[in-house]
């Protein structure tokens, strides 16, 4: 909700935190020639390295590929291999023209095994055709903040100069990839089994993630990639003790060490504490609106120790309206902003919402008394 200028009351409270036990920070090195780890639930940024140049990121696009085959709803459907979906180069899950495969097993073979001629068939189906999906990959790009961002195909192979993103942007898109429930379990997947549709001998998929299979026991998912013009890219996940972290590399020769060392750091430095309780905002001066707001949520953050001495939070509260006064019907549900800032940089925003009190319902009399009078023709009011 946009708030005009000049009909704000803006009332700053300072909130001095408990101080946290924990190790000082310590200085994360990559050999990667892009980083960068984010907190997942606050998208606070941890580390980075030229996490905002654009490079090419070989088969991690297959993230947004996997995204929008499990967003499309599709993923009970059957589909018919084509000759064109087989013809793809580089890693394969070996498809053969005129077979039948569930989507969702194309999913699962897309970021287990990142087979590029399920990518193709994913794209194909989903989008119509592959131009049509790239149209698709760029829309959500778009709608999720990925700002220096270009899809160009399914798979992330080195056939269009125009196909490249960044370490940030690709951990925007697993941050918003790992809020679907069917993302997050396919990227977990450390092995599947794909079911024949013809008799002949099933498939089965082990993860290349090696993080997940067998390096490091807090990882939860991601993408391995490599092409010869990217080299190693890695986007990883990892969960630890309620705290949740995603880590972004490209062109890192030592990712797998690289990953582990910034999940450690992470969970070793980092703590989520409480900045905000919900329930009823109590420090509030103006007597129209004491008692009449709340928080719907509680708001954590992950800080260091050294962060710990205090946040601002700024309650931006709509002016108060003649009308409001007299009708509360008309009182909007959300009637601001609380606004939290760390070091003087605001790093969440959450909807202030205000109490309306509950309408009473009308008694037995008074029901059969409005039925009489519309009976008898005689109105309400005399």
């Given amino acids: 909700m946009k708030l005009r200028k000049g009909i704000i009351l803006s009332m700053v409270i300072s909130i001095l935190l408990l101080a946290i036990p924990g190790k000082s920070n310590a200085q ?15 998208g606070r940024v941890i580390f980075e390295k030229d996490a905002y140049t654009q490079r090419r990121i070989a088969s991690i696009t297959k993230i947004m590929t996997a995204l929008l085959a499990v967003e499309s709803g599709k993923l009970n459907e059957t589909i018919t291999i084509t000759d064109s979906n087989t013809k793809v180069e580089g890693s394969s899950i070996y ?10 097993d194309l999913v699962y073979g897309l970021m287990l095994r990142s087979g590029n001629d399920a990518a193709v068939a994913i794209a194909e189906n989903v989008g119509g055709s592959l131009e049509g999906f790239v149209y698709l990959m760029n829309q959500k790009a778009e709608e999720i903040g990925m700002k220096n961002t270009h899809f160009a195909n399914p798979h992330g192979l080195d056939d269009h100069e125009d196909h ?7 951990a925007l898109l697993t941050r918003y990839a790992m809020e679907n429930d069917t993302y997050k379990k396919i990227a977990g997947t450390e092995s599947y089994r794909s079911e024949s549709s013809n008799d002949e001998w099933d498939r089965v998929w082990k993860n290349k993630n090696k ?4 390096l490091y026991e807090y990882s939860t998912g991601g993408k391995t990639g490599y092409t010869t013009r990217a080299k190693r890219t890695l986007v990883s996940t990892a969960e630890k003790d309620g705290q949740s972290f995603i880590a972004v590399t490209l062109n890192d020769p030592d990712d797998w060490d690289d990953h582990i060392n910034m999940f450690e750091t992470a969970f070793k430095t980092y703590k989520k504490v409480q900045v905000l309780e919900e329930g009823n905002i109590k420090a509030v001066e103006d007597e129209f609106y004491k008692n009449k707001i709340y928080i719907t949520s509680n708001v954590e953050y992950p800080i260091t120790e050294e962060e710990t001495d205090s946040f601002e939070i700024k309650y931006e509260l709509n002016s108060v309206k003649k009308e409001w006064k007299s009708d509360e019907t008309k009182v909007p549900e959300i009637v601001g902003q609380a606004k939290i800032y760390l070091n003087d940089q605001q790093v969440e925003s959450v909807p202030i919402h205000y109490k309306h009190n509950p309408k009473q319902d009308k008694s037995f009399l ?8 519309a009976l008898t023709g005689v109105e309400s009011n005399g």
Avoid: N, R
């Fill in 211 to 214: 993080l997940l299979t067998s």
């Fill in 366 to 373: 008074d029901f059969f008394k409005s039925i009489f009078l």
């Fill in 164 to 170: 490249y993103s960044t370490a940030y942007d690709m």
């Fill in 28 to 42: 994360i090195y990559v050999s990667a020639s892009s980083a960068v780890l984010m907190e997942q639930e606050s």
């Fill in 95 to 104: 498809l053969k023209p005129g077979e039948k495969i569930k989507l969702e």
